[in-house]
């Protein structure tokens, strides 16, 4: 019995579902992390930007059911438009990029719910976002956070972007290395996501 634990699909992996940004936009907040980076001299900000919907760690071997049912979800989710608006600070160690109208984005943050289940394991359950942002800069010093929010309170930045995916990226708790297991499209169907969940 002991062997099978060896076996991948018994192992747990770190998941996160985001949504992503185009490509131009994304372009712009790596511009603005790299200045960041520069002027206060913080650790580099890693992966590309990103907006995180719910991230847990759970077996690799739930990774299929829970592909099946988060595709059930997003099918009958409509596409909507993401628009960032200036900058918000988690005192005293994070800046991030501020989304100036979260409700739809809380709207499919408790859409996903229902498939908690699928990402929970036995010691960790999953932390569902309640305030949408994308990361600009994190783990600060004290100092480092408090003269750049000093700027960053005041300054200006704008954008948007129509969400009309989600990505699922996964990686081994041993490695930093994100990949993608799958985008899943919103496709405003009329999809019965409660009676598709009782085959899944």
């Not at 949504?19 to 907040?29: A, G």
């Not at 992390?33 to 913080?42: D, N």
């Not at 608006?85 to 229902?114: C, E, M, W, Y």
């Not at 004290?142 to 700027?151: D, H, N, R, V």
Request: hydrophobic share 45%.
């Amino acid at each position: 019995m002991g062997k099978l634990l060896n076996i991948p699909a018994y192992h747990q992996a770190q998941f996160l579902l985001v949504l992503q940004p185009h490509e131009e936009l994304r372009n712009r907040i790596v511009q603005q992390r790299q200045v960041f980076q520069q002027k206060y001299a913080a650790s580099p900000t890693g992966g590309k930007p990103h907006l995180t919907l719910v991230q847990f760690v759970t077996w690799q071997m739930s990774e299929e059911r829970l592909v099946n049912r988060l595709n059930l979800l997003a099918m009958g989710f409509a596409p909507f438009k993401v628009s960032l608006d200036g900058f918000a600070g988690l005192p005293s160690h994070t800046i991030t990029i501020n989304v100036s109208a979260k409700n739809q984005v809380l709207q499919l943050v408790r859409a996903l719910r229902p498939a908690q289940r699928l990402m929970k394991s036995t010691d960790n359950s999953p932390h569902f976002i309640t305030d949408p942002c994308i990361l600009l800069a994190r783990k600060l010093q004290p100092w480092q956070y408090e003269k750049a929010w000093q700027e960053y309170a005041h300054k200006h930045f704008t954008g948007s972007f129509i969400a009309d995916g989600m990505l699922l990226l996964k990686r081994p708790l041993d490695s930093n290395a994100w990949q993608i297991v799958q985008r899943f499209d919103f496709m405003n169907l009329p999809v019965d996501t409660k009676q598709g969940a009782l085959f899944i």
